[in-house]
């Protein structure tokens, strides 16, 4: 069993607000990933961190930001909330380096933008 | 650049039936390759995976191989129950590179 949350797991919000996704693990992994998954279902990198410290942007553009101060949290800002931001957001984490790491991810965070 | 395709969906079977969702890779090297599972509502979880070519993967019932020669790791399960419903996602991981590439996901649907 994966020790990873994210809070909250549903959130609906007014356009213009700031939000904050929170995603925290228990495993002591380095490396973290937040994903934005479209209705589609596909998968998209939107952020990742290979540890305290690191953030680096992933596949896909986003308006939003990371931060990575505690190797345990992984929390992902959107300073002022849109539509186009209405998705799925899974966090996910995963041991340093090896070729068959799996990543472990959280349950997911449903955000809709009014 | 390295790539997974896989069969579109969504995929409908009638409980007991065999199934088979196609998954093809471009990489250069011998990536690993895996199969996550998405059940409703929840995150991807770790199916099954494979390190080498002709390795297999199992758990739950579901197995995939891999085929270097064709570049596939297609998943398969002799008797599907409706508890198998969910998003199927294959992937690669190249060498100690942290992301995984994953395929666009495939929906299944049992009936019973």
């Known amino acids: 069993e994966a020790d990873i949350y994210q809070t909250p797991r549903y959130l609906v919000i007014g356009t213009g607000k700031k939000i904050t996704l929170e995603c925290s693990q228990t495993m002591g992994h380095d490396k973290m990933y937040w994903y934005q998954q479209d209705p589609g279902m596909e998968l998209h990198l939107i952020h990742y961190?290979?540890?305290?410290?690191?953030?680096e942007k992933g596949d896909l553009s986003s308006e939003s930001t990371v931060s990575r101060i505690r190797t345990e949290h992984f929390p992902l800002t959107l300073e002022s909330a849109r539509p186009s931001h209405t998705s799925q957001y899974l966090c996910a984490s995963s041991e340093p380096a090896g070729q068959d790491n799996e990543q472990f991810f959280g349950p997911g965070t449903r955000l809709t933008v009014l | 650049g390295d790539s997974v395709t896989q069969m579109e969906g969504p995929v409908t079977l009638s409980e007991e039936a065999f199934l088979t969702i196609n998954c093809t890779y471009t990489a250069t090297g011998y990536p690993s390759l895996f199969w996550y599972v998405q059940y409703p509502g929840e995150g991807l979880q770790l199916l099954l995976k494979a390190t080498k070519a002709d390795d297999k993967g199992s758990n739950k019932g579901f197995e995939a191989t891999y085929r270097k020669e064709t570049t596939s790791f297609h998943l398969e399960k002799g008797s599907v129950q409706v508890s198998d419903s969910a998003v199927y996602f294959c992937a690669l991981k190249w060498g100690s590179a942290s992301k995984i590439i994953f395929g666009s996901g495939t929906r299944l649907s049992i009936r019973p």
């Open positions: 961190s290979y540890g305290v410290n690191s953030t």
